[in-house]
Nanobody
């Protein structure tokens, strides 16, 4: 089970931090990621990090602004979002694979947290 927190309304240029706590799965065995979905569009992988923390993926649209991290002791993952833009408005999901390596395909994520809304607007 993945329990997400964070999200909300923020002005353009602002920051938000998502957290996602895992339970009932061997968190440190798996790659984890953050995905987002805009209404009417397909879900996309925003960022993903491998089990060992040595491989990270960021979508081009968020490179340099978002940072993914994980704490395998606390079984928690984070997404720090800076310099937010209106086009970052979406429902964000935390998710985990059942593999140690990253993926850029939403279909490869097996465990999902509930979505949290992020609205970037002035």
């Amino acid at each position: 089970q993945l329990q997400a927190s964070g999200g909300g309304l923020v002005q353009p240029g602002g920051s938000l931090r998502h957290s996602c706590a895992a339970s009932g799965l061997t968190f440190d065995d798996y790659a984890i990621g953050w995905l987002r979905q805009v209404s009417g569009k397909e879900r996309e992988v925003v960022s993903c990090i491998s089990r060992s923390d040595n491989t990270k993926y960021y979508a081009d649209s968020v490179k340099g602004r978002f940072t993914i991290s994980r704490d395998n002791v606390k079984n928690t993952m984070y997404l720090q979002m800076n310099s937010l833009k209106p086009e970052d408005t979406a429902v964000y999901f935390c998710a985990a694979r059942n593999q140690p390596i990253i993926s850029t395909s939403p279909a490869d994520f097996i465990y999902w947290g509930q979505g949290t809304e992020v609205t970037v607007s002035s």
